[in-house]
């Protein structure tokens, strides 16, 4: 059966298409999973060199793009979903963990695939539980569900809050609302620290727009004034941290609990989303009002 791939393909659907391709050898008999199957099914930000898939036997070999898998798959855990077969959210999320590069990349699998209201932790702690016991790759995928969070937006912020906790910030949350003492909505920072009052902002090539950073130096205006330390990271402390890790230390130091007039405590006409319960919960409307933005 011949195929092609048009020569206008919009990048927008690169990679898709490169998930497309890589399943189409095996068409009809092998299932996409991990983060292939993750980003198909809605998480964004999931892109790797190799696109794996479950098959019924080993009579496929790897090759440059493609791995194959043979472990057993039930029927239950695969879906279909705008004609390619895939691996169900739980199914594919415990794989991508198990056989991610390292922990903090099977960190980040787990962050994405719960942002996107895939997977709550709880389900793939139960999942581990129930079907994965002595599996390769079980061990990284226990540790990483100890990090991982529901409610981090980029794969930025996992890498923030894992270089925080090295620093010995051990409850660092992600998009967390925060309020002054009068109810007032401060800001909803990347990263927080609750017990050092210690915020930190990834700002990208977005943030440098006019607009964009005049109203991020009010928030940080408006946090400093309530007694928070703050801390931003930028695209050259990705390749090498050093700095930003240095200026969080120098931030550490300046911390005054005297100074400090915010509450995590939101007011009763506040509607919180930082779980995935919480976010399942929610409308279509109230979905589309309140998260549309970031989806």
């Known amino acids: 059966m011949g195929a092609y791939v048009p020569a206008d393909l919009d990048e927008a659907l690169a990679v898709e298409q490169r998930i497309v391709s890589a399943a189409w050898p095996s068409l009809g008999v092998g299932v996409v999973t991990g983060w292939a199957a993750l980003r198909w099914l809605g998480a964004k930000y999931l892109d790797e060199d190799t696109v794996h898939l479950v098959v019924p036997r080993t009579s496929y070999r790897a090759q440059p793009g493609i791995s194959y898998s043979a472990e057993r798959l039930a029927d239950a855990e ?7 077969a895939v691996t169900g959210p739980l199914r594919s999320v415990t794989f991508a963990a198990r056989f991610a590069a390292d922990l903090a990349a099977a960190v980040k699998v787990l962050d994405r695939a719960a942002a996107a209201d895939l997977v709550s932790l709880d389900e793939v702690r139960r999942s581990t539980t129930a079907t994965l016991a002595g599996a390769v790759g079980v061990g990284q995928l226990r540790e990483a569900l100890g990090l991982a969070v529901e ?3 980029s794969p930025t912020e996992t890498e923030m809050r894992l270089l925080w906790r090295g620093l ?4 660092v949350r992600c998009n967390t609302p925060i309020f002054d003492l009068a109810g007032r909505h401060l800001g909803t920072p990347d990263l927080f620290a609750p017990a050092v009052g210690m915020i930190g902002e990834y700002d990208g090539s977005e943030h440098l727009d006019g607009a964009r950073r005049a109203s991020d130096i ?7 004034r309530a007694g928070l330390e703050y801390v931003e990271m930028v695209a050259a402390d990705r390749r090498d941290p050093r700095d930003f890790l240095a200026r969080t230390t120098d931030a550490l ?6 100074r400090w007039r915010w509450t995590l405590e939101a007011p009763p006409w506040w509607r919180r989303t930082e779980t995935v319960a919480q976010r399942r919960a929610l409308t ?5 009002r309140l998260l549309g933005w970031q989806r």
């Open 78 to 84: 695969t879906v279909v979903l705008d004609g390619l």
């Open 151 to 153: 409610n981090s937006w």
């Open 168 to 171: 010995g910030l051990v409850e």
């Open 218 to 224: 009010r928030r940080e205006g408006a946090f400093r």
């Open 253 to 258: 130091s300046r911390v005054d609990r005297s």
């Open 284 to 288: 279509s409307r109230d979905r589309q």
